[in-house]
């Protein structure tokens, strides 16, 4: 092995804790007093400042008519898409429905040429 492997795992090595260990570790946990993550105390601490407050109440605002806003935004696109693909489906139903009729009205007017032609001929 490599003389860092072998300083690795030398120091790696199990050691079972020294004797009155836990006893000593749960007195400090039971001394201790419950208090909130010192995080969430300095974001508590920051509330008491006037300015402050007036800033995050107008940050939220700000936010809120965004997000208000955003999703109005969405909700017309999503109205503009869907109008858009009813009017591309008329079209298409519309145009399918005229090329019947020109192709009904051809094969009339082939039926009378056709038939011009016979009374002529005759």
């Known amino acids: 092995m490599k003389p860092l492997e072998e300083e690795l795992k030398?120091?790696?090595v199990r050691q079972e804790a020294p004797a009155g260990?836990?006893?000593r570790l749960m007195g400090r946990i039971a001394a201790e007093p419950d208090r909130p993550w010192p995080r969430l105390r300095r974001l508590i601490s920051l509330i008491g400042y006037p300015r402050l407050r007036w800033?995050?109440?107008?940050?939220?605002?700000?936010?809120t008519i965004a997000g208000v806003w955003a999703?109005?935004?969405?909700?017309?696109?999503?109205?503009?898409?869907?109008?858009?693909?009813?009017?591309?489906f008329a079209l298409?139903?519309?145009?399918s429905k005229l090329n019947l009729a020109m192709a009904h009205a051809e094969a009339i007017e082939r039926k009378q040429a056709s038939s011009e032609s016979a009374m002529k001929s005759k």
């Open 55 to 63: 800033a995050a109440a107008a940050t939220l605002a700000l936010l």
């Open 10 to 12: 030398s120091a790696l």
């Open 92 to 95: 298409r139903f519309a145009g």
């Open 21 to 23: 260990f836990r006893g």
């Open 71 to 88: 999703v109005r935004r969405q909700e017309d696109r999503r109205k503009v898409e869907f109008a858009s693909s009813q009017v591309m």
